[in-house]
Every structure is written in structure tokens, then in C-alpha cells.
Nanobody, 125 residues
Framework: QVQLEESGGGLVQAGGSLRLSCAAS????????MAWFRQAPGKEREFVAA????????YEADSVKGRFTISRDNDVNTVYLQMNSLKPADSAVYYC??????????????????WGQGAQDAVSS
């Protein structure tokens, strides 16, 4: 398994931007599909975005399309989530996740076998 550590969370006003980073350990980062999920208090963990291990496909939740961008840099074993036009509804703990599957929908948490500890994002109105 790969070890994951998120950074970049914080407090921002509505309409602002944040960038999350997730650093992965190990030499096989490029073979993992990477994703971001989020979980607000009292709610289930929710898929946000994923980037296929090949880099060829990006998956996004409808709620973040046009506002959030997922990207990866295999040279530094890091996946990013650029979040723009933030809304109070985006407030949550954001988790980075890695999937070793070669194929799949990549939107379900059960498809991921490694998780970071989470980064708190809060958006004030």
C-alpha cells in the first residue's frame, strides 16, 4: 500500500480558492488511480474527483465540475485538488485516496485501498 498525507486545508471566504496537495510514499505512485473524497459532519463520505493511473481520464462529481481541478505530478508523487469559486457547501474534511485497481468506476470509496488522514476545509459565507 501507499502512504498518503494531505496538506493545504484552511479557512476561506465564499468565492475564494484553496489548493490541496497529497504526497504519496513509495515508488509505484504512477500505477495508482488517485482521488479526493470529502465528508461533512453528519454526512457520508462523498466522491469529489479522481485521476486515472494513466493520466488519461478524469472523473468529477457534478457538484464540483467547472470549479475543482484534479491533477497529478508523478515526478514528485503528488496529487492536487485546485478548488475555485468555493461555497459554504464545500466545507468538509477532504481525504486523498489511492486505488490499485486497473479498471473501475473509481467513484466508490470501496475501490480505494489507501487513505490519507484528511484535511479540513471551511468556507465562510
Amino acid at each position: 500500500q501507499v502512504q498518503l498525507e494531505e496538506s493545504g486545508g484552511g479557512l476561506v471566504q465564499a468565492g475564494g480558492s484553496l489548493r490541496l496537495s497529497c504526497a504519496a510514499s513509495g515508488r509505484t505512485f504512477s500505477t495508482y488511480t488517485m482521488a479526493w473524497f470529502r465528508q461533512a459532519p453528519g454526512k457520508e463520505r462523498e466522491f469529489v474527483a479522481a485521476i486515472h493511473w494513466s493520466g488519461s481520464t478524469i472523473y468529477e462529481a457534478d457538484s464540483v465540475k467547472g470549479r475543482f481541478t484534479i491533477s497529478r505530478d508523478n515526478d514528485v508523487n503528488t496529487v492536487y485538488l485546485q478548488m475555485n469559486s468555493l461555497k459554504p457547501a464545500d466545507s468538509a474534511v477532504y481525504y486523498c485516496a489511492a486505488s490499485a485497481l486497473r479498471s473501475g468506476g473509481f467513484r466508490g470509496p470501496m475501490e480505494y485501498n489507501s487513505w490519507g488522514q484528511g484535511a479540513q476545509d471551511a468556507v465562510s459565507s
